[in-house]
């Protein structure tokens, strides 16, 4: 089992940065890749960034990819997502995941077991 706890959303303007993080407890030795996802009012959940959890191999979606960093530094730090040159359409509600998982599979939440409770992230235009 896996206890996954995001921290770090708030309000930013457009053009801004803000950081996300996601610390993960429990049986991390069977853990071998940790995401981020996203969802909008109304909208389905959306791959944003995996990372291994060891913190290598950052994969990110097209729609963020040069404006986020996903990275963990240490193994005594958490998975953080560095998110620059926020959008508006980059609002929502950012939750993290990790679980045994590769390829295809990582980009669709279904195949994810384990899941934060969230974090909002607004963007004022």
């Known amino acids: 089992q896996l206890h996954l706890v995001e921290s770090g959303g708030g309000l930013v303007q457009a053009g801004g940065s803000l950081g996300l993080a996601c610390e993960v407890s429990?049986?991390?030795?069977?853990?071998?890749?940790v995401g981020w996802f996203r969802q909008a009012p109304g909208k389905e959940r959306e791959y944003v960034a995996s990372?291994?959890?060891?913190?290598?191999?950052?994969y990110y979606a097209d729609s963020v990819k040069g404006r986020f960093t996903i990275s963990r530094d240490s193994a005594d730090k958490p998975v953080t997502l560095q998110m620059n040159s926020l959008k508006p359409e980059d609002a929502a509600v950012y939750y993290c995941?990790?679980?045994?998982?590769?390829?295809?599979?990582?980009?669709?939440?279904?195949?994810?077991?384990?899941w934060g409770q969230g974090t909002q992230v607004t963007v004022s235009s």
């Open positions: 995941a990790a679980d045994v998982i590769s390829g295809t599979a990582v980009a669709r939440p279904g195949n994810w077991r384990y």
């Open positions: 429990g049986r991390t030795d069977s853990v071998p890749l």
């Open positions: 990372i291994t959890w060891r913190g290598a191999t950052p």
